[in-house]
């Protein structure tokens, strides 16, 4: 072998769920990665291994989407949302009756959406648990990340705020999984220094940079991005290969712009009657997409031209077979110039396979297969595995980097967007005032069982906790910078906000309002063992 390989999957969305409604529209995120991304993903894994290949994958799935994944309520609303889709594909086979390569499209989306459904049920919808097996049995490491995604540098001020979402996403990933976390993807490979005592409390091992973050570090990596670096606090730093991201990335040169794959834009939902289509659609009164798109990718002011099943994957193959012969040649320059043996890292959102990038999965399986049996060989291998491999490294310190806009954290900290910054401030301090005044108290209804006044102050604590925690993910700037839902996301960060500052003043006033936190508590529900403990001083 010339070299290794580590492809990196980054499955992440935002913590949506809405009990109070019967349908929401942002609910559809979580359920169009499921039928696009995470299903496909684990049909592959299930594929290669009935087929024997030697598949080593990483997989990188946030705490906020296990909890996501894990839940009753969002199970069975995907259940309801599956069988609204099949519905709708089997009315699509009637109505495009006279036009064959759209029935022949609805009668493809028929079959895969059924396949999808039998697939989903086989686990009992528990897709956390079968990523889980698929890791038992030896294909993919899991690794964690912080608990609601935050951008880490933006809290390194607040060391206990800090603590909590790195520390609570590493026992979220041990109730999942059954054991502690080597790796964790820092939300959006946003580094500084400042993170390290915090990575190492965790006991985690490695994590991912942006490509700079490791070119710039101090001293010069001898091995540029082909390997990584140790830093002072014994952590390994791997960084992203730009070359494998341009192919895959870059809107001129990347794969998934190819004229013959399908056009993620056009969806009937947006094209059809609405009276035909408002029963199957996420939003009660607005349009959505639905997952049945019949035209493929045009180029700008061409005509709609109808998605080909056969030339779309014909196209996956020949992308897979490049993909595979750049990094082999990749690596074997990089092998004459370094001396040893070199390591690609390669990472992706995950939800770019099958969900942007319809014709993504069968990329992979093609890759993947290519990589294990054909002529171009290639070792699939984790972040974990190279390190048991090759223990000693350079020592050096990263670059503050991340891989947003201008390579560090632009697309979170701007005008659209810095008037939550002051807010995070005052109740990341008022959290840690909190546990200090009352941390007492809580300790001892934890220990005792005490349903009374300490364990209401308990439940309290934990319930901050919480909202203070969903109040600093990632996603509510991001989705402000790029303007796709930015009222939600107001109205996100708003409400999470007001509900901390309530209960901050109930637990100043002695007066905590046990059915207005119980009823929360039930719709913001994921981490149910939180450790308020982590805000903490010190």
């Known amino acids: 072998m010339q070299g290794s390989l580590a492809l990196v999957l ?7 769920r809405h009990p109070e409604h019967e349908r929401f529209l942002e609910e559809s995120w979580l359920f169009e990665a499921i039928t696009e991304t995470y299903l496909p993903l684990l049909q592959l894994l299930g594929n290669w291994h009935k087929d024997g290949l030697p598949v080593r994958l990483t997989l990188g799935l946030t705490p906020v989407l296990c909890a996501m994944l894990r839940d009753p309520l969002l199970q069975s609303r995907y259940q309801r949302h599956l069988a609204e889709l099949i519905d709708l594909a089997e009315k699509e086979t009637l109505r495009t009756l006279w036009e064959k390569p759209m029935q022949e499209l609805a009668l493809f989306y028929r079959q895969r959406l059924h396949e999808s459904r039998e697939l989903y049920c086989s686990f009992d919808g528990n897709i956390v648990a079968a990523f889980r097996s698929a890791q038992d049995r030896g294909q993919i490491e899991i690794i964690t990340s912080a608990a609601t995604h935050a951008l880490l540098p933006l809290l390194a001020a607040h060391r206990p705020s800090l603590r909590a979402q790195v520390l609570g996403g590493c026992d979220d990933y041990a109730e999942c999984f059954g054991r502690p976390p080597r790796g964790i993807w820092l939300p959006e490979c946003a580094y500084t220094e400042e993170l390290e005592p915090v990575l190492k409390e965790a006991g985690l091992r490695w994590f991912i940079v942006d ?54 834009y056009r969806d009937i939902g947006f094209d059809l009657d609405w009276d035909y289509l408002k029963p199957y659609l996420a939003g009660a ?12 990718i045009t180029g700008q002011g061409g005509a709609r031209t109808a998605y080909e099943r056969q030339p779309a994957l014909q196209a996956a193959a020949e992308h897979a077979a490049h993909f595979l012969r750049s990094r082999v040649e990749q690596l074997q320059q990089a092998q004459a110039i370094l001396a040893r043996e070199p390591l690609i890292v390669a990472p992706y959102d995950a939800e770019l396979f099958g969900h942007w990038w319809y014709e993504g999965p069968e990329f992979l399986d093609r890759f993947v297969r290519g990589a294990c049996n054909g002529p171009d060989r290639l070792a699939l291998v984790t972040p974990s ?16 980097s991340s891989w947003g806009e201008e390579g560090y954290w632009r697309v979170w900290l701007n ?36 349903g009374g006044a300490a364990g209401a102050i308990s439940n309290a604590l934990r319930q901050a906790g919480r909202e203070l925690l969903l109040a600093q993910a990632s996603d509510w700037p991001f989705i402000l910078r790029t303007g796709t839902s930015p009222g939600y996301a107001r109205r996100r960060v708003t409400a999470h906000l ?8 109930q637990l100043l006033n002695g007066q905590i309002e046990g059915d207005w936190l119980k009823q929360i508590a039930d719709q913001d529900n994921l981490f149910p063992n939180l450790k308020w403990e982590y805000w903490a001083e010190g």
């Not at 007001?498 to 003043?505: A, G, H, K, Q």
């Open 10 to 16: 980054h499955a992440h969305l935002p913590f949506v």
């Open 211 to 264: 490509t700079h973050g490791l070119l710039q570090a101090q001293p010069r990596p001898r091995y540029g991005i082909f390997a990584p670096v140790l830093t002072r606090h014994g952590l390994a730093a791997f960084g992203r290969d730009l070359a494998s991201a341009k192919q895959v990335w870059s809107r001129e040169e990347g794969y998934p712009g190819d004229p013959r794959y399908r056009d993620f």
């Open 415 to 450: 005008e659209t967007n810095t008037w939550i910054v002051p807010h995070l401030r005052v109740a990341e301090e008022r959290m840690s005032e909190l546990t200090r005044r009352f941390g007492h108290s809580g300790r001892v209804a934890a220990g005792s069982g005490d």
């Open 385 to 400: 595995d190279y390190l048991r491999a090759y223990p000693t490294h350079q020592v050096a310190t990263p670059a503050p």
């Open 285 to 296: 009164q607005q349009r959505s997409f639905t997952g049945l798109k019949y035209y493929r």
């Open 498 to 505: 007001l509900r901390f500052t309530r209960i901050y003043e």
